[in-house]
């Protein structure tokens, strides 16, 4: 079909790859909206447990861990 010297034949086959492109363009953005927000809700799960560790580590070199009036500071 590349070399093709007949036109009707490029005409399909010209049809034929602009709606598989199409329709593979499609597919591509969606996966990568997926893709993107998989990573988002990973990241999330991953980083916030490290947030709090690193808070709890700064409160813990300042010597505050317990804020004040919990029942650990009794």
């Known amino acids: 079909m590349l070399n093709a010297k007949d036109l009707w034949v490029q005409h ?3 049809n034929l790859f ?3 492109l199409r329709r593979i363009g499609l597919a ?3 996966i990568l ?3 993107a927000v998989h990573q ?3 990241s999330h799960r991953f980083c ?3 947030v709090n560790f690193g ?3 700064d409160r813990m070199a300042s010597r505050r861990l317990f804020p004040q009036g919990t ?3 009794k």
Do not use: W
């Open 71 to 73: 029942p650990a500071q």
């Open 18 to 20: 602009l709606i598989l």
């Open 40 to 42: 988002m809700i990973l």
């Open 28 to 30: 591509m953005l969606l």
């Open 48 to 50: 916030g447990p490290l």
């Open 12 to 14: 399909v086959s010209g």
């Open 55 to 57: 808070h709890t580590f």
């Open 33 to 35: 909206v997926m893709a």
